[in-house]
Each structure stands twice: as C-alpha cells, then as structure tokens.
C-alpha cells in the first residue's frame, strides 16, 4: 500500500513538472521569488493544471538580512 501511495505522488509531481514545462516557466530567464513560486505551486497542482486550475504567484517578499 504505501509503495502505492509513493508511486502515485511521484507521477503527479511529475506531470506537474510537465505542465510547467509546457507552460515555458523554466526556459523563463528573469527568475525571481514569484516566478519559482509559481513553478512551485504548478508542480504541486499536478494533474489540476489539465483542468483549468493555473495557479499562479504574484507577490513575494524576501525578507532582507538585518544591517
């Protein structure tokens, strides 16, 4: 059962990382907090992006070191 489980969560990343690949998120040359959010959240989304879901990050902050 969990050799089940593993292998179902390794092929939705996967077709997560295929999506992202088709969508151009890693031949993008600006990168920056929001757009690897974006990867991210895309990867993690998995087979939802083939049914419309476009998840997407717009904002992020980084927080700056102390002076």
């Known amino acids: 059962m969990r050799r089940l ?4 969560v390794l092929v939705w990343l996967i077709i997560g990382v295929i999506a992202a690949g088709q969508r151009g998120y890693f031949t ?5 907090c929001a757009s ?16 419309g879901v476009n ?4 904002d992020c902050n980084v927080p700056q070191p102390s002076p």
Not at 5 to 8: A, E, H, R
Not at 28 to 32: A, G, K, L, V
Not at 55 to 58: E, L, S, Y
């Open 36 to 51: 690897v959010g974006t990867i991210a959240v895309t990867v993690i989304a998995g087979p939802l992006n083939y049914a």
């Open 28 to 32: 993008d040359r600006e990168q920056n």
């Open 55 to 58: 998840p997407k990050v717009t």
């Open 5 to 8: 489980v593993s292998l179902l």
